[in-house]
């Protein structure tokens, strides 16, 4: 049973306690983590500087429950969201758990992409027949959600379909759904890759796909290969597998003047331009990451639906 702060204590006491316990765990800045937890599990939008003003107050039993069980998670070496059971990603605030992988801020940076080709190179039809909509987008492996959702609140699609392989992270992207309620509906199909999308056309279709190898995934840190789903990681024995089903099958799903784009392993950026070029896609273009690292490809078809 998680350890309870005493009847009558205050954030602070809750805090401190907090602190002793993460830095016996050998967390850095113990005390900044403690804050930064009871913001998270706290939720409805608040800040570290909130928990601060706040920690002379008496908090509630339950919160305080709570708050525990999230230390007692980070003592033992799980990951801060998984611990916290939340997440920022762009604007929204997440559900999350290990039914799905953390998201990275490198990915949200896929989502800018996405937003500027959309603005950029639709077809002046487009604008005409939907009344400056974008069309239907889909998110193939969406995991918690995280690209869907950010898409509908800040694009200018006309839906959004997420599609997820693993019915555990599929349930929980409904869960945000849900939470987020965005205004554009969003429309969960379970299924491996593009199987789903079958039978429609697509304005443009996006991914951020497993692309690690055998050999990277046994590298990463043990917090990763520990808590995160293996599948959402590796995708074959060259990390390619899920990238090259995606450049090959998704031309054939979108509509004249659409497009791919796909977050992408810096170390395979050149391999995936080139697999782009020989699966016939135009406008093939690379992007980097917050980093300065190659991380996005981005590749059309023109409006006539030639290449």
Request: net charge neutral; proline share 6%; glycine share 10%.
């Amino acid at each position: 049973m998680p350890e309870r702060t005493a009847h009558g204590s205050t954030i602070r006491a809750a805090l401190t306690d907090a602190a002793q316990r993460l830095g016996a765990a050998g967390l850095p800045r113990p005390r900044r983590e403690a804050t930064m937890l009871w913001a998270a599990v706290a939720g409805g939008g608040t800040k570290p500087g909130d928990v601060w003003l706040q920690q002379d107050q008496e908090p509630a039993a339950e919160l305080v429950e709570r708050f525990s069980r999230a230390v007692a998670q980070r003592s033992s070496g799980v990951p801060f969201a998984y611990a916290a059971g939340r997440t920022g990603f762009r604007t929204l605030d997440l559900r999350l758990d290990p039914r799905a992988l953390i998201p990275r801020p490198e990915t949200e940076g896929l989502v800018d992409r996405v937003l500027a080709w959309s603005q950029r190179v639709q077809p002046a039809t487009w604008n005409v027949q939907r009344g400056g909509r974008w069309g239907v987008v889909a998110d193939v492996g969406t995991g918690c959600g995280c690209i869907a959702l950010a898409l509908a609140v800040e694009g200018r699609f006309e839906r959004v379909i997420a599609v997820e392989r693993s019915a555990e992270a599929a349930a929980l992207a409904r869960e945000n759904v849900a939470l987020v309620r965005p205004s554009v509906p969003v429309e969960m199909r379970e299924g491996d890759l593009l199987a789903p999308l079958a039978g429609q056309r697509y304005s443009a279709i996006v991914s951020n796909p497993p692309y690690l190898t055998e050999g990277e995934y046994a590298a990463l840190d043990p917090a990763v290969r520990l808590f995160e789903p293996r599948e959402a990681l590796v995708s074959g024995g060259d990390g390619l597998t899920a990238t090259r089903a995606l450049l090959a099958g998704a031309r054939a799903l979108l509509e004249p003047g659409g497009f791919l784009a796909l977050e992408i392993d810096e170390r395979r950026a050149d391999a995936v331009r080139t697999l782009a070029l020989r699966y016939h896609w135009s406008r093939v273009a690379l992007y980097d990451d917050l980093f300065g690292r190659p991380r996005f490809l981005l590749a059309g078809i023109d409006e006539e639906g030639g290449t």
